[in-house]
């Protein structure tokens, strides 16, 4: 198993622009999450899903959105990317194992807008 | 709106050491608590959960007060490879829930030979 991947890993965006992070999970897991990290301000949630054609807002939603078409995946789109969207994102995955939804995640994509 | 507090160090601890960190929770409905570890430029890793009764895991102990509303890790017989930031986790669901969590801004130790 591959666990959950990313793509890209490193971008560089300039100002307006727009892309869509990919997000892939070979576990079979339920529910996907988009996190960005910055420093000194810890993980954040941006968007999740708790199953496939099913999205939801986290703290952090606002500039960007998601897709869950298929189980297995989860895009995250930047429509205008703007400086304060300079982050790493993380997806992640999780199901029910036991009484803990133990969160997977990926390696990260770390994103700069210039 | 900052619900994880976590003193973000560096911890600077002698191979060998017992070290411990804690971190407070507003949220007096949190149900579920867990330790991840984060290694430089690297993802979170589940390592622990946090059991209301204490738990240990080898070398690491992890205890909850929710009277007091914190958790706290400690590691024992310290590695230079437990390295890395903890991450505190805390969600207002039994097991985490399905919607996310909440992570505090981690606490960096560094494990010194």
């Known amino acids: 198993n591959a666990g959950v991947t990313q793509t890209p890993k490193f971008r560089v965006l300039k100002t307006g622009q727009s892309m869509t992070l990919l997000c892939a999970q070979d576990?079979?897991?339920?529910?996907m999450y988009w996190y960005r990290q910055d420093p000194g301000m810890g993980l954040r949630l941006i968007h999740y899903?708790?199953?496939?054609?099913?999205?939801a807002k986290g703290e952090v939603p606002d500039g960007y959105n998601v897709s869950r078409l298929k189980k297995q995946n989860f895009l995250l789109g930047l429509e205008s990317a703007a400086p304060s969207q300079t982050s790493v994102y993380f997806c992640?995955?999780?199901?029910?194992?036991?009484?803990?939804?133990?969160?997977?995640f990926g390696p990260g994509t770390r994103l700069t807008v210039t | 709106r900052k619900e994880v507090e976590q003193d973000p160090g560096p911890f600077n601890v002698p191979e060998g050491a017992t070290v411990a960190f804690n971190c407070t929770y507003s949220?007096?409905?949190?149900?579920?608590f867990f330790w991840y570890r984060q290694d430089c430029r690297k993802e979170p890793k589940l390592l622990m959960s946090?059991?209301?009764s204490g738990n240990e895991d080898g070398r690491f102990t992890a205890q909850l007060n929710r009277a007091s509303q914190y958790i706290s890790l400690l590691i024992r017989d310290s590695k230079l490879s437990d390295s890395a930031t903890y991450l505190c986790?805390?969600?207002?669901?039994?097991?985490?829930?399905?919607?996310?969590?909440?992570f505090g801004k981690g606490t960096h130790l560094i494990i010194q030979p």
């Open positions: 946090v059991y209301s």
């Open positions: 899903s708790v199953g496939e054609g099913t999205t």
């Open positions: 986790v805390v969600s207002p669901f039994n097991g985490g829930g399905a919607d996310g969590l909440t």
């Open positions: 949220n007096s409905a949190s149900q579920s």
């Open positions: 576990m079979n897991h339920e529910y």
């Open positions: 992640a995955s999780s199901t029910l194992q036991g009484w803990t939804y133990e969160q997977y």
